[in-house]
């Protein structure tokens, strides 16, 4: 069974403050993806990465997929209480369209 | 880009009936999915609705709890079948838009 872990599960933090989120997994994965999710409301998508040791930027946002294609980072730099949510890594597994979500990671951020 | 709209947003049903969630996708996609998520936690992959075939289903689901319909490329439903408490959860429907998966708003359950 392919698991993907998140950490940190639970994270507060007060605005201007930088953070980063871990998601890893034993598993290659052909590309991964991070949402971010708001209550009641389905998650939407941040970006994609595809390539082993790729590097994208989304304003504040810098997310990285790991060489091997089995982990991924999100850093956050100076969030915002509106970075408030559920973030999700999600990775696809080659020669399928399913994508496996990892465990989730709960931001808080305080003005 | 796709929108998806689901139906009902929320339901609080008994145990012993069951409850058919509609997805409508305002374009036409070749993958759709049904997924499960408890308040605050992650998805988890139910089936894939597949047009004009069966659904195939994931490790521990089965058709005879969630039959799952897809007439056509933008519609599908999903039934949640003789219900009980623990089927209390978030119902999410997603399309695959060429490499984006889209998400719908999600369907809320509560099963008393």
């Known amino acids: 069974t392919q698991l993907l872990e998140q950490s940190p599960q639970f994270l507060s933090i007060q605005e201007g403050e930088n953070l980063t989120v871990y998601c890893n997994s034993s598993s290659v994965f052909s590309s991964l993806q991070w949402y971010r999710q708001e209550p009641g409301e389905g998650p939407v998508l941040l970006v994609t990465v595809v390539t082993g040791g790729e590097v994208k930027k989304l304003k504040r946002l810098t997310f990285q997929f790991g060489d091997a294609r089995k982990d991924s980072s999100l850093h956050i730099t100076a969030a915002q209480p509106g970075d408030t949510g559920l973030y999700l890594c999600?990775?696809?597994?080659?020669?399928?369209?399913?994508?496996?979500f990892g465990t989730g990671t709960r931001l808080k951020v305080l003005a | 880009s796709a929108v998806i709209s689901q139906k009902p947003s929320r339901d609080i049903c008994q145990r012993g009936t069951s409850l058919t969630i509609q997805c409508q996708v305002d374009?036409?996609?070749?993958?759709m999915f049904w997924y499960r998520q408890q308040p605050g936690q992650s998805l988890t992959l139910i089936a894939t609705a597949n047009q004009g075939s069966e659904a195939t289903y994931e490790s521990g689901f089965v058709i005879d709890k969630f039959p799952i319909s897809r007439p056509n490329l933008t519609f599908s439903t999903l039934t949640v079948s003789n219900m009980s408490p623990e089927d209390s959860s978030i119902y999410l429907c997603?399309?695959?838009?060429?490499?984006?998966?889209?998400f719908g708003p999600g369907t809320r359950l509560t099963v008393l």
């Open positions: 997603s399309a695959l838009a060429g490499d984006t998966q889209y």
């Open positions: 374009s036409q996609v070749t993958m």
């Open positions: 999600a990775g696809l597994t080659s020669g399928t369209y399913k994508y496996i």
